[in-house]
């Protein structure tokens, strides 16, 4: 094709190296302990939806990342004595320990037997969820260790997942079956839902008599009562997949987040949504039905760990996947309203409320633990 003088084909510019992949803030900030201190009077990433959000969250703070080196962050739960912070790191199989006064973390329990879900009752004693051994512990004060669930009706649990006290002594928890994987835990033994062809070795890595399990049960929620005696609360029909609990300040209302399938899972699978029961004073939950789909702006950001504020908002930790902007927490009113969000650098696997005001939210969030200060106090100790 006959060209104009002086004129030359045109080259494709330069491909400009990727950068790596940000928040959202402009220009990206750094939210380490070390990073530059933001220049605003409310953080960039603390956005409000609903004007009533600014009351319950404090303008003049940041969010701060406070530690990060884990493989899968989970199960953040305040030590109020103590002061404080005890999460998990579930394929490094252990816990960690923020401590408040000097900002150190340490390794709390190795090994922890792929612990998910931790919390502290009402007399102060640490629960935690196990992957590994299928089973719901009490830690006592005088450093022995209870075991509370490990089966119902004779056939073993799949994997407890998030636990939360009850004032009347009891315990609900979750059990899907995240735990039966090669990462967060030991698959199932061969011929297991996990482990169907029996190509893998459960027994690898693992302590003598681990590994040796089988799934044998839906997905459900559990009540463990004073006596011991544990009683299914909720079924999978119900809510498939159950994962993060919590109770409203009343204890009237219990909301469970549902998640995806879980390895070899059979059941109907969770979509992504937050369900509400109310609980009567027979311990029994009636009128379920879902809280929120936990879309926003056509993202869905998936549910996780849950925790409600004294005035009954839902702070619920978020998994949007590559959504970048969308993952960290969303925050709903008892009604079901977002309230507003706040958005981190890394996916939320849960949340909980501490500090000696309880005021600080903390986010376990994929290798990372944050902490912003808020204007408002978690209802639930732990």
């Known amino acids: 094709m006959a060209l104009a003088p002086g004129l030359a084909l045109a080259q494709a510019p330069a491909a400009?190296?990727?950068?790596?992949?940000?928040?959202?803030?402009?220009?990206?900030?750094?939210?380490?302990?070390?990073?530059?201190?933001?220049?605003?009077?409310?953080?960039?990433?603390?956005?409000?939806?609903?004007?009533?959000?600014n009351a319950i969250t404090q303008p003049n703070t940041a969010i701060k990342r406070l530690w990060t080196g884990a493989l899968w962050s989970e199960g953040p739960a305040w030590n109020a004595q103590g002061r404080y912070l005890v999460w998990s790191d579930i394929p490094n199989n252990r816990q960690l320990r923020w401590l408040e006064d000097d900002d150190r973390v340490s390794v709390f329990r190795l090994p922890?037997?792929?612990?998910?879900?931790?919390?502290?009752?009402?007399?102060?004693?640490?629960?935690s969820c196990e992957h590994l051994t299928r089973r719901v512990v009490r830690y006592e004060l005088d450093g022995s260790a209870?075991?509370?669930?490990?089966?119902?009706?004779?056939?073993?649990?799949?994997?407890?997942?998030?636990?939360v006290p009850h004032p009347d002594g009891s315990y609900w928890f979750t059990d899907p079956p995240y735990g039966g994987?090669?990462?967060?835990?030991?698959?199932?033994m061969a011929g297991g839902p996990s482990n169907t062809a029996g190509r893998?070795?459960?027994t690898l890595g693992q302590p003598p008599g681990m590994g040796s399990m089988k799934r044998e049960l839906p997905t459900n929620c559990y009540r463990i009562d004073p006596s011991g005696r544990i009683d299914l609360v909720i079924?999978?029909?119900?809510?498939?997949?159950?994962?993060?609990l919590c109770f409203s300040p009343d204890h009237k209302k219990l909301y469970v987040a549902s998640t995806g399938k879980g390895p070899g899972d059979t059941g109907p699978g969770g979509k992504g949504e937050v369900f509400v029961f109310d609980v009567g004073a027979d311990n029994k939950v009636s009128n379920g039905k879902v809280f929120t789909d936990c879309m926003i702006d056509g993202i869905k950001c998936g549910p996780d760990g849950l925790r409600t504020d004294v005035d009954g908002?839902?702070?619920?930790?978020?998994?949007?996947?590559?959504?970048l902007g969308y993952s960290g927490v969303t925050v709903w009113s008892p009604e079901g309203k977002l309230l507003g969000r706040i958005r981190l650098p890394e996916v939320c696997g849960n949340v909980c409320f501490g500090g000696?005001?309880?005021?600080?939210?903390?986010?376990?969030?994929?290798?990372?633990?944050?902490?912003?200060y808020v204007g408002t106090q978690g209802s639930a100790p732990g």
């Open 313 to 323: 908002n839902l702070w619920c930790s978020s998994n949007a996947g590559r959504a």
């Open 181 to 188: 994987q090669l990462y967060e835990g030991t698959p199932d």
């Open 200 to 202: 893998l070795k459960p």
């Open 112 to 127: 922890s037997n792929n612990s998910n879900g931790n919390t502290f009752d009402f007399q102060g004693r640490q629960l």
């Open 16 to 53: 400009t190296p990727a950068a790596p992949a940000t928040t959202i803030t402009t220009p990206p900030r750094d939210f380490g302990p070390n990073g530059a201190p933001t220049t605003y009077f409310r953080d960039p990433d603390v956005i409000t939806v609903d004007p009533a959000f």
């Open 146 to 163: 209870t075991v509370l669930a490990d089966s119902y009706e004779g056939k073993r649990l799949n994997s407890p997942n998030d636990v």
């Open 356 to 372: 000696p005001k309880r005021n600080r939210l903390f986010m376990a969030a994929s290798q990372s633990l944050y902490a912003v």
């Open 235 to 244: 079924t999978e029909q119900q809510v498939p997949d159950p994962n993060g």
